[in-house]
């Protein structure tokens, strides 16, 4: 073999090592690439669990926020259906004393208004004396459309009421006081 076949022999020789080194050093690397990919992946994977078990979490406690809500809306809507039953029966009671006479509906009379032209007797009997004030009894049929009106007017203020409850449940004010200076019925104020 001569010089120039040794060197050509001699440089074939080491390109196929550095050929063998670099495909050695390639695997090293993908070997290590391989890992901290494995790892990254073993990462995301703990923080997708834990973002999966906080999200969880927060819809457990949405879920006991709206149920407790719903119970207690269900227990205002109770207490003003039975609010409005007693207020119909409180009208029905008063709308039947009316019709037998048992209780009258009267009027103070202004006894120093002379524009009005009403001419109510100025002396007093017995009978008729409450406390030295005029009044004038009503016609119980009118007596009657006014009680049904008042009653009217206290299903609207149990139902507003209703409606403000409802509207601080959802809302989360739980200071209960009235929405806008709402009243109670005026229905229980008639005797």
Request: proline share 3%.
């Amino acid at each position: 073999m001569t010089p120039v076949q040794k060197l050509a022999g001699l440089l074939v020789l080491m390109l196929v090592l550095m050929a063998g080194t670099a495909g050695v050093t390639w695997q090293v690397q993908d070997w290590r690439m391989g890992k901290k990919l494995s790892e990254q992946a073993g990462l995301h994977q703990e923080e997708l669990i834990r973002i999966s078990m906080a999200a969880a979490a927060q819809a457990r406690a949405d879920q006991s926020k709206r149920l407790a809500t719903e119970q207690q809306l269900a227990v205002q809507d109770q207490q003003h259906i039975r609010e409005l039953s007693d207020a119909q029966r409180t009208q029905a009671a008063l709308r039947d004393r009316l019709a037998t006479a048992d209780v009258r509906l009267s009027a103070l009379i202004d006894a120093t208004d002379t524009a009005s032209g009403c001419n109510v007797p100025t002396s007093t009997t017995a009978v008729g004396v409450v406390h030295a004030t005029r009044r004038a009894q009503l016609d119980p049929a009118h007596a009657q459309r006014i009680v049904a009106i008042t009653g009217d007017g206290d299903q609207g203020l149990i139902a507003l009421r209703a409606c403000q409850a409802y509207v601080r449940g959802i809302s989360g004010d739980r200071t209960g006081g009235p929405i806008n200076g709402s009243r109670m019925p005026m229905g229980r104020y008639l005797h």
